[in-house]
């Protein structure tokens, strides 16, 4: 920017902001930049604003990125393509990607780090050639620049200022059009109370109040009554109420008092001045008729009050009476479409009314949680069977489609480790399901507590238990069912700790003559296969990779979602690379080390890194994976049985531990920087 100062355009008290002219930053001739952008204010008082600014990149050919100092990994990004038969710089006000570009920053600052580099150096499928390009970064009120008339002239501007000769890459430029920059400002870090003790307290004015304003310093403001600057001596003055354009409701006479007014009847007057005909004439004071009028008005009003809601109550029941019809119709279609046996809908509906009696209106004091698709809430039915209601948070067709399909799941599924489905409402937009009740919340929350609650046996049982669940949805139900969304979060322990694989929302059924389905993908962060997230093409093995998480987070009470080592890696990386190092014990969870010998969790962590191999045609079955968990839980409950049965465990029908640990150790290192960057930053698809 330049170091001469800034031109104030603007200053908004109440809105504590100031309008500054921070000039235009060019950079001229190059392929790339790397430098820091400063602007010279005093960081304690004002502040560039996040929020209310776009940080445009005027120009083509390059991508701009900004970042806070020291948050290069938190950046901000956009890129500005040339095309052709367009100008090299958007001149016509738009700023949509070609000739120009904009981004946002995530915090107030005066101090950004911004990187400019030529797009083929960002695209590696493109030429490593870099292009030399000129661009024109600005700062500018989001509002201002969004008024095309605005942005065109500052484009202008910007255009002219490079045409012109002895153009040289700095910042020091003084348009005619200012850049309209928003400035929060507020005083200091300090409390109202800590200044007033030191005695820099800024709230001058006698009739001002102070208001701290976390998370940083304070601003002051003039009192109701008054109006003025609360920052100078005698700033806040008394305002005359009954002078003002729009004065205050008065029917008779108003008074202006110090810091308010008063309303009164005129003399010879008395009763309500601020209501119209309030104040009436003294002599009526205790006249039959006023009193005749006054409770015949009370009575017409009060009657016509009943009327207007009686009428607005039967009105609205029976629009909400013909949405019911419309919603059960349009719903019940729907589910009869995906479902084999067609008397299932029927026998499987409930009303509104019912669930709404249950749920006591939905009330927040029955709500137990909430999920990717909806909130669930603890209810009573009237034969006293306890369940737990799925409601929709959004009434979208991806909703109400996911909806219908875990309804068309779960009524085909019976198994003890699934959650059960005893019907749905199809009376409202969206469907409501309605499952068993289950008590004792997530394994999720029961692993992740400290001091841990679940034991070593206890984990061995869960997963076991859900490896079932999942063999039992791949291969032994009446379709093949791909949850798509395993996770600690959607395993339910009952009051027994038994497992209860839950959410099917994103699940989808497998005809019987495919092996895969090509889809939209859907998953969780941290459990979701690499392989699917890069072909989008759901196989059975896209769940045994979560599973192999669900493993590896069992063992080591780390949270994939969240979790990176000192090393830059996640989870499921570090724990495969210390596998194959034979460092297991650096990671494992200290409850585990204590419970259990390291030959067993040795043995189960190598099943997890099958599950997680990289391949999904690699890894092994649900099936397999049920056998060799069985067979270890067998071997740890029955010490000294033979060697083979170990074996068995942990070989599932491929290649021995070792290869596997080294074959995904390799592959994790080696595609560090490539396929985890792109899987751990990309944030767009659902869930």
Same mark, same amino acid.
């Given at each position: 920017?330049?170091?001469?100062?800034?031109?104030?355009?603007?200053?908004?008290?109440?809105?504590?902001?100031?309008?500054?002219?921070?000039?235009?930053?060019?950079?001229?001739?190059?392929?790339?930049?790397?430098?820091?952008?400063?602007?010279?204010?005093?960081?304690?008082?004002?502040?560039?604003?996040?929020?209310?600014?776009?940080?445009?990149?005027?120009?083509?050919?390059?991508?701009?990125?900004?970042?806070?100092?020291?948050?290069?990994?938190?950046?901000?990004?956009?890129?500005?393509?040339?095309?052709?038969?367009?100008?090299?710089?958007?001149?016509?006000?738009?700023?949509?990607?070609?000739?120009?570009?904009?981004?946002?920053?995530?915090?107030?600052?005066?101090?950004?780090?911004?990187?400019?580099?030529?797009?083929?150096?960002?695209?590696?499928?493109?030429?490593?050639?870099?292009?030399?390009?000129?661009?024109?970064?600005?700062?500018?009120?989001?509002?201002?620049?969004?008024?095309?008339?605005?942005?065109?002239?500052?484009?202008?501007?910007?255009?002219?200022?490079?045409?012109?000769?002895?153009?040289?890459?700095?910042?020091?430029?003084?348009?005619?059009?200012?850049?309209?920059?928003?400035?929060?400002?507020?005083?200091?870090?300090?409390?109202?109370?800590?200044?007033?003790?030191? /005695?820099?307290?800024?709230?001058?004015?006698?009739?001002?109040?102070?208001?701290?304003?976390?998370?940083?310093?304070?601003?002051?403001?003039?009192?109701?009554?008054?109006?003025?600057?609360?920052?100078?001596?005698?700033?806040?003055?008394?305002?005359?109420?009954?002078?003002?354009?729009?004065?205050?409701?008065?029917?008779?006479?108003?008074?202006?008092?110090?810091?308010?007014?008063?309303?009164?009847?005129?003399?010879?007057?008395?009763?309500?001045?601020?209501?119209?005909?309030?104040?009436?004439?003294?002599?009526?004071?205790?006249?039959?008729?006023?009193?005749?009028?006054?409770?015949?008005?009370?009575?017409?009003?009060?009657?016509?009050?009943?009327?207007?809601?009686?009428?607005?109550?039967?009105?609205?029941?029976?629009?909400?009476?013909?949405?019911?019809?419309?919603?059960?119709?349009?719903?019940?279609?729907?589910?009869?479409?995906?479902?084999?046996?067609?008397?299932?809908?029927?026998?499987?509906?409930?009303?509104?009314?019912?669930?709404?009696?249950?749920?006591?209106?939905?009330?927040?004091?029955?709500?137990? /949680?909430?999920?990717?698709?909806?909130?669930?809430?603890?209810?009573?039915?009237?034969?006293?069977?306890?369940?737990?209601?799925?409601?929709?948070?959004?009434?979208?067709?991806?909703?109400?489609?996911?909806?219908?399909?875990?309804?068309?799941?779960?009524?085909?599924?019976?198994?003890?480790?699934?959650?059960?489905?005893?019907?749905?409402?199809?009376?409202?937009?969206?469907?409501?399901?309605?499952?068993?009740?289950?008590?004792?919340?997530?394994?999720?929350?029961?692993?992740?507590?400290?001091?841990?609650?679940?034991?070593?046996?206890?984990?061995?049982?869960?997963?076991?238990?859900?490896?079932?669940?999942?063999?039992?949805?791949?291969?032994?139900?009446?379709?093949?069912?791909?949850?798509?969304?395993?996770?600690?979060?959607?395993?339910?322990?009952?009051?027994?700790?038994?497992?209860?694989?839950?959410?099917?929302?994103?699940?989808?059924?497998?005809?019987?003559?495919?092996?895969?389905?090509?889809?939209?993908?859907?998953?969780?962060?941290?459990?979701?296969?690499?392989?699917?997230?890069?072909?989008?093409?759901?196989?059975?093995?896209?769940?045994?990779?979560?599973?192999?998480?669900?493993?590896?987070?069992?063992?080591?009470?780390?949270?994939?979602?969240?979790?990176?080592?000192?090393?830059?890696?996640?989870?499921?990386?570090?724990?495969?690379?210390?596998?194959?190092?034979?460092?297991?014990?650096?990671?494992?969870?200290?409850?585990?080390?204590?419970?259990?010998?390291?030959?067993?969790?040795?043995?189960?962590?190598?099943?997890?890194?099958?599950?997680?191999?990289?391949?999904?045609?690699?890894?092994?079955?649900?099936?397999?994976?049920?056998? /060799?968990?069985?067979?270890?839980?067998?071997?740890?409950?029955?010490?000294?049985?033979?060697?083979?049965?170990?074996?068995?465990?942990?070989?599932?029908?491929?290649?021995?531990?070792?290869?596997?640990?080294?074959?995904?150790?390799?592959?994790?290192?080696?595609?560090?920087?490539?396929?985890?960057?792109?899987?751990?930053?990309?944030?767009?698809?659902?869930?």
């Amino acid at each position: 920017m330049n170091d001469f100062g800034y031109e104030v355009l603007k200053i908004k008290l109440k809105a504590r902001v100031l309008y500054l002219d921070t000039g235009i930053h060019q950079f001229l001739g190059s392929n790339s930049y790397n430098q820091d952008l400063n602007v010279s204010l005093d960081d304690r008082v004002y502040r560039v604003s996040a929020a209310k600014n776009f940080f445009i990149a005027l120009g083509c050919g390059f991508q701009f990125r900004i970042s806070l100092p020291g948050a290069r990994d938190n950046s901000s990004t956009c890129n500005s393509t040339c095309q052709p038969s367009y100008p090299m710089m958007a001149v016509d006000g738009t700023c949509s990607g070609i000739g120009c570009c904009y981004t946002l920053v995530t915090g107030d600052s005066n101090s950004y780090t911004i990187r400019l580099a030529t797009l083929n150096e960002t695209n590696s499928s493109l030429s490593q050639q870099r292009v030399p390009f000129n661009a024109s970064v600005i700062v500018v009120k989001g509002e201002w620049w969004r008024r095309t008339e605005n942005s065109m002239s500052l484009e202008k501007e910007v255009l002219s200022s490079l045409k012109a000769p002895g153009g040289a890459q700095n910042s020091e430029s003084v348009p005619e059009v200012p850049t309209h920059t928003v400035v929060n400002w507020m005083f200091g870090n300090s409390s109202c109370a800590e200044d007033q003790k030191s /005695g820099a307290y800024w709230c001058l004015s006698d009739n001002s109040d102070c208001h701290d304003d976390p998370p940083r310093g304070y601003e002051c403001r003039c009192q109701p009554g008054y109006k003025g600057n609360p920052y100078m001596p005698n700033g806040c003055q008394d305002i005359d109420e009954c002078t003002q354009p729009d004065p205050p409701l008065c029917f008779g006479r108003c008074i202006n008092t110090v810091g308010s007014y008063d309303c009164v009847c005129p003399y010879g007057t008395y009763g309500n001045p601020r209501v119209k005909d309030g104040c009436a004439p003294s002599k009526l004071k205790f006249s039959g008729l006023v009193i005749a009028i006054g409770v015949g008005s009370g009575i017409f009003i009060l009657l016509f009050i009943l009327a207007a809601i009686i009428i607005r109550r039967k009105v609205r029941a029976r629009k909400a009476g013909k949405m019911k019809d419309f919603f059960f119709k349009q719903n019940r279609g729907l589910l009869l479409q995906q479902l084999v046996d067609k008397d299932i809908a029927e026998r499987m509906i409930f009303n509104l009314e019912e669930l709404e009696k249950a749920t006591n209106s939905f009330d927040e004091a029955q709500k137990l /949680g909430g999920g990717g698709h909806g909130t669930v809430y603890k209810g009573i039915l009237c034969d006293q069977r306890i369940v737990a209601i799925k409601k929709s948070r959004h009434a979208i067709k991806r909703e109400i489609d996911d909806f219908i399909n875990e309804v068309a799941i779960l009524s085909q599924l019976n198994h003890r480790n699934v959650v059960k489905l005893f019907g749905c409402c199809l009376e409202t937009e969206v469907p409501l399901l309605v499952y068993e009740f289950i008590s004792n919340g997530t394994l999720h929350d029961h692993l992740h507590v400290s001091p841990p609650s679940l034991s070593w046996k206890e984990r061995m049982r869960i997963a076991l238990e859900i490896a079932r669940s999942l063999a039992y949805l791949h291969s032994a139900a009446s379709v093949s069912v791909i949850h798509r969304d395993i996770k600690t979060t959607n395993i339910l322990l009952d009051d027994q700790f038994i497992a209860k694989v839950s959410d099917f929302g994103a699940s989808r059924d497998i005809p019987i003559d495919q092996t895969a389905v090509t889809t939209t993908i859907q998953g969780t962060f941290g459990y979701l296969d690499p392989e699917y997230y890069q072909t989008s093409r759901l196989t059975e093995k896209s769940d045994v990779y979560s599973f192999g998480v669900i493993l590896v987070e069992l063992l080591t009470r780390r949270r994939p979602s969240s979790y990176i080592s000192s090393e830059g890696f996640n989870l499921v990386s570090h724990f495969v690379l210390l596998v194959s190092e034979h460092r297991l014990c650096d990671i494992l969870d200290p409850k585990v080390t204590e419970e259990v010998k390291a030959e067993e969790a040795d043995k189960v962590a190598a099943v997890a890194v099958m599950c997680l191999n990289p391949k999904g045609e690699d890894r092994p079955t649900m099936r397999q994976v049920e056998t /060799g968990l069985e067979a270890l839980q067998s071997s740890a409950e029955n010490a000294g049985s033979n060697q083979t049965t170990e074996e068995h465990a942990v070989r599932l029908s491929h290649p021995s531990v070792e290869e596997s640990n080294i074959n995904a150790s390799a592959y994790n290192l080696s595609r560090r920087y490539s396929m985890e960057d792109e899987f751990w930053s990309s944030m767009s698809f659902p869930r």
